[in-house]
């Protein structure tokens, strides 16, 4: 399984950016699929999942609202619509993949994406 993230890049606080994560095979369809974040001198942490058959699960609630997961299975490629970004919402995003593991530890890992958002 290839996870390749793009659509990252700077933006001002109280923007919005669509992150994407192109996958190989039919890894959408099958597997869950999630996105986490890793800021400077923090742990990478979970943002937000999508069950392969839909419905999403947030690692937090301040995502809630301003964050959506979606997918497309026809393009294999899953979403980050992240709106009304704060400063602290910096960091690497990376997307994952598991099958039957917990969101501590997924299967299959992408490269990552920056975004910064600028006060």
């Known amino acids: 399984v290839q996870l390749v993230e793009s659509g990252g890049g700077l933006v001002q606080a109280g923007g919005s950016l669509r992150l994407s994560c192109a996958a190989s095979?039919?890894?959408?369809?099958?597997?869950?699929m999630g996105w986490f974040r890793q800021a400077p001198g923090k742990e990478r942490e979970f943002v937000v999942g999508?069950?392969?058959?839909?419905?999403?699960?947030y690692g937090a609630d301040s995502e809630k609202g301003r964050f959506t997961i979606s997918k497309d299975n026809a393009k294999n490629t899953v979403y980050l619509q992240m709106n009304s970004l704060k400063p602290e919402d910096t960091a690497v995003y990376y997307c994952?993949?598991?099958?039957?593991?917990?969101?501590?530890?997924?299967?299959?890992w992408g490269q990552g994406t920056q975004v910064t958002v600028s006060s």
């Open positions: 994952a993949a598991k099958r039957y593991s917990r969101w501590s530890s997924p299967d299959y």
């Open positions: 095979g039919r890894t959408v369809s099958s597997y869950d």
């Open positions: 999508i069950r392969w058959s839909g419905g999403a699960t």
